[in-house]
T-cell receptor, first 112, second 114 residues
Framework: KQEVTQIPAALSVPEGENLVLNCSFT??????LQWFRQDPGKGLTSLLL?????REQTSGRLNASLDKSSGRSTLYIAASQPGDSATYLC???????????FGKGTTLSVSS | ETGVTQSPTHLIKTRGQQVTLRCSSQ?????VSWYQQALGQGPQFIFQ???????GRGNFPPRFSGLQFPNYSSELNVNALELDDSALYLC?????????????FGQGTRLTVV
């Protein structure tokens, strides 16, 4: 049974810092890995999707890496801004069409 | 291209009542999944519908049921509501049969059971 763990659970940084969020998973037989952002009480916004054959994806100030063999993914946020404050969720997908397995998330607070 | 939309956004029900939540999938997506997110937790998979058939189910009791319509929109029905059913209910759409495995979520329905 796949388990997804995100560390740290919470993180507070001053504006401008570069930071790394970590995600680990127990079953390396994943189809893809997706990072989401969630604002309080809101739905999920997709940030980056990494297919199992890929090593990383980049979008603007965000870079996500995937190491299937070690069961790890990282989300790198460059030059953090107060608007980046949110909960970041990592999820793995199995075969096409199966359930996404979520971690509990990392709650990020960026102060100005 | 329209995104995933859910209705209503908020709902208050009494224990024992029944509730129906609705979801319109993103244009071109044929698969809809429902998730329950309790406060401070990650979303938990309830079930998935593909071409109007249930295509996978999580560890939820039968009083959680669903439907998918020919236009790929979907409903989540919960009978005999319990206090622990209070949560944010999220709908996600994708089209894995077309090779598009990226999931897109709606804004959620906040259900409060009193």
């Amino acid at each position: 049974k796949q388990e997804v763990t995100q560390i740290p659970a919470a993180l507070s940084v001053p504006e401008g810092e570069n930071l790394v969020l970590n995600c680990s998973f127990t079953d390396s037989a994943i189809y893809n890995l997706q990072w989401f952002r969630q604002d309080p009480g809101k739905g999920l916004t997709s940030l980056l999707l990494i297919q199992s054959s890929q090593r990383e994806q980049t979008s603007g100030r965000l870079n996500a890496s995937l190491d299937k063999s070690s069961g790890r993914s990282t989300l790198y946020i460059a030059a953090s801004q107060p608007g980046d404050s949110a909960t970041y969720l990592c999820t793995t997908g199995g075969q096409a069409g199966t359930a996404l397995i979520f971690g509990k998330g990392t709650t990020l607070s960026v102060s100005s | 291209e329209t995104g995933v939309t859910q209705s209503p956004t908020h709902l208050i029900k009494t224990r024992g009542q029944q509730v129906t939540l609705r979801c319109s999938s993103q244009s071109g997506h044929n698969t809809v999944s429902w998730y329950q997110q309790a406060l401070g937790q990650g979303p938990q998979f309830i079930f998935q519908y593909y071409r109007e058939e249930e295509n996978g189910r999580g560890n939820f009791p039968p009083r959680f049921s669903g439907l998918q319509f020919p236009n790929y929109s979907s409903e989540l029905n919960v009978n005999a509501l319990e206090l622990d059913d209070s949560a944010l209910y999220l709908c996600a759409s994708s089209s894995p049969s077309d090779g598009n495995t990226e999931a897109f979520f709606g804004q959620g329905t906040r259900l409060t059971v009193v």
